[in-house]
């Protein structure tokens, strides 16, 4: 019980201080970067999460958080910020809090990003991803409008 009381004081005396402990965001992209998950949650909805629709469509397609932050590393170094963020973002695709909190937060993320993990992934080119037209990611889309492949990840929140 001593000691307990001891630890109590010792963690107050701390915070009181300033001594405290990560930022929210920083929780979200550590929980990215873990996830390593080859399936991605809520299947479909997150699939389709469009990382960035200009000039071509990204869509996430079935690969973990953790190729996510990899994916994002790589834009950062090419200078596409916008995409790094929509990677980060797609990473977080199941959970819209956590999207609030990464957007809020948007140079602070990508510079934790970068610091923390960009040393960890090689400068080699991302995973291959899979392609898909606007038809197969949607059934109803007219087959004219985009013949263009599109890679498999992107940023778009689901409605």
């Known amino acids: ?18 001594v405290e402990k990560g930022v ?3 929780d979200e992209v550590d929980w990215i970067w873990n996830d390593r998950k080859p399936t991605v949650r809520l299947g479909p909805v997150c699939m389709k999460f469009i990382v960035k629709a200009y000039p071509i469509k990204i869509v996430r397609g079935n690969i973990s958080g953790h190729a996510c932050l990899e994916n994002s ?26 999207q609030e909190t990464l957007v809020k937060h948007a140079p602070k993320v990508l510079e934790y990003v970068w610091q923390k993990y960009g040393n960890e992934v090689s400068e080699k080119k ?7 037209s606007s038809r197969q990611l949607d059934p109803g889309a007219d087959p004219e409008a985009d013949r263009s492949p599109l890679p498999i990840c992107q940023a778009h929140t689901p409605q």
């Open 73 to 98: 590393i790589a834009s950062f170094r090419k200078g596409d910020h916008e995409k790094a963020l929509g990677w980060i973002l797609a990473g977080q695709c199941h959970d819209r809090l956590a």
């Open 126 to 132: 991302p995973r291959p991803a899979s392609t898909y």
């Open 24 to 26: 929210a965001y920083q």
């Open 1 to 18: 019980m001593i000691q307990y009381l001891r630890c109590l004081v010792l963690m107050i005396l701390l915070t009181s201080l300033g």
